[in-house]
Every structure is written in structure tokens, then in C-alpha cells.
């Protein structure tokens, strides 16, 4: 896994954003594997306040195959795909059945 302590940057040399940073994370880790806020804020050197509000962030915004809930006192976060994606409003599944 790649240290996302020092900062990330685009093809275009431009730093990435604290938000992207916590996407990339995701990315590299494994499917289905959930982690805590405690341990993001460890390996991205961000604080606390700051991951959970992306990570309320990322699910509100429903990103595909991304959950984050409170499970007893602690709040857990992980990925069920192999990419965390935005949301697709406009896609084939509207035509699926809902059964």
C-alpha cells in the first residue's frame, strides 16, 4: 500500500486534495476489509474531524460501493467494488426491475 502520508500528486503535477487523498486510500485497500476513523486519521495524517465529515461526505453523496455506519461506539468505514466510485444518476440499471 502506498504511503499517503506525503502528499499525492495528478498527472498534471498539481497536489490532490485532502478528499482525493481519502479516496486513494480507499481504493488500495482491500474489498470488504472495514477500517476505522482512527485508523485513516493514522495512515493519512489527517485529523479526526476531518475524515469523518469526508467519509459522511462520501456517503451522502452515495459513491458506489462505499459504507460508513457507527457499529457500538466506533464508526467503521470500507468498500464492497474494487474502485470507490461517484455516483452514476444516468445509467442502464434504471430499467431494471426492482424485484
Known sequence: MKCCCIPSQTSDSSPKSGFEQIIDFF???EVNKPVTIAEVVEKTNFSWSFVKKTLKKLSEEEYCGF??????????S??????ILPKMEDTCSRFLDDD
Open 78 to 83: 470500507w468498500k464492497d467494488r474494487d474502485k
Open 67 to 76: 459504507h460508513f455506519e457507527k457499529s457500538g461506539s466506533t464508526w467503521i
Open 27 to 29: 481504493n488500495e485497500l
